[in-house]
Each structure stands twice: as structure tokens, then as C-alpha cells.
């Protein structure tokens, strides 16, 4: 079992700045993806970032040239580095890592962490 603990969330003002982290424990092999999702109000889930094992990152076409991620596989710790901020950025942020185990895709999920962008 993967268990995903978030921090950092919180409200900031239009252009400002935030950092998530995310730490992994339990059951993580090599080869995985570490990333971050985010859910509004009355929307989907969708992917904000992600990085593979091998530090391909992809990111989405909202959040190009704003948002970072970033990874430390010593640790298991994914970041998720948030500048110019918009309020369409609010959201319930969650961190995701996949893997694989026998071909076989596993996500886990962390409790979310709220990120609001108001003046």
C-alpha cells in the first residue's frame, strides 16, 4: 500500500505564489509516475502536472510556464512549484503516483489539499 501526504495549500492573492509537496510512503518501486491533479467545484479531475521516473514532465496547456514539478526519488517526495497564480487555479489540489506491478496500473491518491486564488 502507497500512502500520499500533502501540504502547502492555502488562499493567496492573483499573481502570487505556492508550493505543494508531497510525500510517499509504503510500497513504491522504481519506474512510477508522481504528479498532481486538481478538482474545482462541479468539475473532473484533471491532470495539472506530472513526472516520470525518468523526469519527462507534462503538464497541462493551463498551467504551461507558470506551474513546476518537481520530484526527489531519495526521499519520495513530488513538488509542485505555483507561480502566477489565476483565480482558475482554485481547486482542490491532489497528488497521484502510478505504478505498475505485473502490467497492471495502480493510482493512489492523497487527501487533497485546497488552493484558493481570490482578491
Known amino acids: 500500500q502507497v500512502k500520499l501526504v500533502e501540504s502547502g495549500g492555502g488562499l493567496v492573492q492573483p499573481g502570487e505564489s505556492l508550493r505543494l509537496s508531497c510525500a510517499a510512503s509504503?510500497?513504491?518501486?522504481?519506474?512510477?509516475?508522481m504528479g498532481w491533479y486538481r478538482q474545482a467545484p462541479g468539475a473532473v479531475r484533471e491532470l495539472v502536472a506530472e513526472?516520470?521516473?525518468?523526469?519527462?514532465?507534462n503538464y497541462a496547456e493551463s498551467v504551461k510556464g507558470r506551474f513546476t514539478v518537481s520530484r526527489d526519488d531519495a526521499k519520495n517526495t513530488v513538488d509542485l512549484q505555483m507561480d502566477s497564480l489565476k483565480s482558475e487555479d482554485t481547486a482542490v489540489y491532489y497528488c497521484?503516483?502510478?505504478?505498475?506491478?505485473?502490467?497492471?496500473?495502480?493510482?493512489?491518491w492523497g487527501q487533497g489539499t485546497q488552493v484558493t486564488v481570490s482578491s
Open positions: 509504503g510500497s513504491i518501486f522504481a519506474g512510477n509516475s
Open positions: 513526472m516520470s521516473y525518468g523526469g519527462n514532465s
Open positions: 497521484n503516483v502510478r505504478q505498475w506491478v505485473t502490467g497492471v496500473q495502480f493510482d493512489y
